[in-house]
């Protein structure tokens, strides 16, 4: 079997709430949308934010999408970029969980939600290539 992702859906509570984030937060553009659903284009996979209500009844599991232990992850070309990228967030519904800060295993990093209270870390590993695709490479 393929090692991939194909999309990661996020059960959200205010569809326009959620796109301000996302479109003005981090500057996405959405793909598609309609007034359930939201689908982003990522580099190699697709993003959606999904009403919760709607996702719960589509995977018949009413009363349990709620954010788990779990972050996303959004790196940047240089460490100046991670204060930049969640101090943009928080001002577009988000809510810094962490600020930046340099974690023992190298890099820096912080911690943002964005109004669903889905965690983001914004992260600048100095390891880690990001080509113009976006695409990142694993380096230690």
């Given at each position: 079997?393929?090692q991939q992702i ?135």
């Amino acid at each position: 079997m393929q090692q991939q992702i194909s999309v990661v859906t996020l059960g959200i509570a205010d569809l326009s709430r959620s796109r301000r984030f996302y479109t003005e937060g981090f500057g996405w553009v959405p793909v598609f949308e309609n007034p359930e659903i939201i689908f982003y284009q990522m580099n190699g996979f697709v993003l959606g934010t999904f009403l919760k209500s709607s996702l719960e009844k589509d995977m018949n599991r009413p009363g349990l999408i709620q954010p788990g232990a779990f972050s996303l992850a959004h790196n940047v070309a240089s460490r100046a970029d991670v204060d930049a990228v969640i101090a943009r967030l928080a001002d577009h519904g988000g809510r810094v969980l962490r600020p930046a800060d340099a974690p023992p295993h190298g890099g820096f990093r912080g911690y943002v939600t964005d109004p669903d209270d889905h965690a983001w870390e914004i992260a600048w590993n100095p390891a880690w290539t990001i080509d113009e695709n976006g695409h990142i490479t694993f380096g230690l």
